[in-house]
């Protein structure tokens, strides 16, 4: 078992035992509390499995990693049809998907050398040889803004198959996961901590149970990281927006479009994914 997860145990005859472990993956911080009637070790192996798969995940679709199968393919597509796994095929035959859902707003190929509107349309994918080929050099795709939220339902799966049914999952606190609930509550209670408190503005407790929370935008003035397509410019100023949804995978797509969509964007989008709640903060 890795020595980078760190864990508190406790066991209670009414409410059986409750593990919190964290461990660093992805760039940030997980925090895991799963509550069941297994023991320590076995609450412990289910939260080694997760780490292990984050970090196959992580060797999968990491942009930053240059090992990474997305990144030789951001180095090697332009110059001829490159095999792609099946996993990493799937997750960027969705993304390519949801720029036209988004109308625009989602758009994984923001970072390409000499962006514009049509650098999405460089990428051809083949479904019969699962091939990705680069129509023009200089596109590269990041899904950084898509992966947590993909994490989060792999990890749903993990739980099922162990049959874990209540557990939080915390990615950086800007993607949660919530299944079944709390000992002592019919679901569990988040926050968007002070950091997103202001005089002005001063946001209830949400209740999740089985749904994900994800966020997106600049927790300060001073982070700018979320590029918008219509512009190719960098959105700055403090402002975040949250989403509930069913999929932390959609929701993590839906809340980084609305960050950058418009009225008129805004409202297509409130369509096309139907997410339970919308937080500007």
Same mark, same amino acid.
């Given at each position: 078992?890795?020595?980078?997860?760190?864990?508190?145990?406790?066991?209670?005859?009414?409410?059986?035992?409750?593990?919190?472990?964290?461990?660093?993956?992805?760039?940030?911080?997980?925090?895991?509390?799963?509550?069941?009637?297994?023991?320590?070790?076995?609450?412990?192996?289910?939260?080694?499995?997760?780490?292990?798969?984050?970090?196959?995940?992580?060797?999968?679709?990491?942009?930053?990693?240059?090992?990474?199968?997305?990144?030789?393919?951001?180095?090697?597509?332009?110059?001829?049809?490159?095999?792609?796994?099946?996993?990493?095929?799937?997750?960027?035959?969705?993304?390519?998907?949801?720029?036209?859902?988004?109308? &625009?707003?989602?758009? #994984?190929?923001?970072?390409? /050398? $000499?962006?514009?509107?049509?650098?999405?349309? =460089?990428?051809? +994918?083949?479904?019969?040889?699962?091939?990705?080929?680069?129509?023009?050099?200089?596109?590269?795709?990041?899904?950084?803004?898509?992966?947590?939220?993909?994490?989060?339902?792999?990890?749903?799966?993990?739980?099922?198959?162990?049959?874990?049914?209540?557990?939080?999952?915390?990615?950086?606190?800007?993607?949660?996961?919530?299944?079944?609930?709390?000992?002592?509550?019919?679901?569990?209670?988040?926050?968007?901590?002070?950091?997103?408190?202001?005089?002005?503005?001063?946001?209830?407790?949400?209740?999740?149970?089985?749904?994900?929370?994800?966020?997106?935008?600049?927790?300060?003035?001073?982070?700018?990281?979320?590029?918008?397509?219509?512009?190719?410019?960098?959105?700055? &100023?403090?402002?975040? #927006?949250?989403?509930?949804? /069913? $999929?932390?995978?959609?929701?993590?797509?839906? =809340?980084?479009? +609305?960050?950058?969509?418009?009225?008129?964007?805004?409202?297509?989008?409130?369509?096309?994914?139907?997410?339970?709640?919308?937080?500007?903060?």
């Amino acid at each position: 078992m890795s020595n980078v997860i760190q864990h508190l145990y406790k066991f209670s005859s009414v409410h059986g035992g409750l593990l919190y472990a964290w461990f660093p993956s992805m760039h940030t911080r997980v925090d895991i509390v799963l509550c069941g009637r297994q023991g320590e070790e076995s609450l412990m192996l289910v939260i080694s499995v997760i780490h292990e798969m984050l970090c196959r995940l992580e060797k999968v679709a990491n942009y930053y990693d240059e090992e990474s199968e997305l990144a030789y393919l951001n180095r090697t597509a332009a110059t001829g049809p490159q095999p792609v796994s099946k996993e990493l095929y799937d997750m960027l035959a969705f993304c390519v998907e949801c720029y036209t859902r988004t109308d &625009g707003c989602f758009d #994984v190929t923001i970072h390409s /050398a $000499n962006y514009t509107r049509n650098s999405i349309y =460089s990428i051809q +994918l083949s479904p019969q040889e699962h091939t990705l080929f680069f129509l023009q050099p200089g596109v590269t795709i990041n899904l950084s803004g898509f992966l947590k939220g993909y994490a989060l339902e792999k990890i749903r799966e993990l739980l099922q198959q162990y049959e874990i049914e209540n557990a939080l999952v915390n990615m950086g606190n800007s993607s949660v996961l919530a299944l079944g609930h709390h000992p002592l509550a019919d679901g569990w209670k988040v926050n968007f901590g002070q950091s997103a408190v202001t005089q002005a503005k001063e946001w209830p407790e949400i209740f999740l149970k089985n749904e994900c929370l994800t966020t997106s935008g600049n927790d300060s003035h001073e982070r700018k990281h979320i590029i918008d397509p219509q512009s190719g410019k960098l959105v700055e &100023g403090k402002r975040e #927006v949250a989403v509930v949804t /069913a $999929n932390g995978a959609v929701g993590e797509v839906l =809340s980084t479009s +609305l960050f950058v969509a418009d009225a008129r964007q805004r409202e297509l989008l409130k369509v096309e994914f139907c997410p339970r709640l919308i937080l500007d903060l």
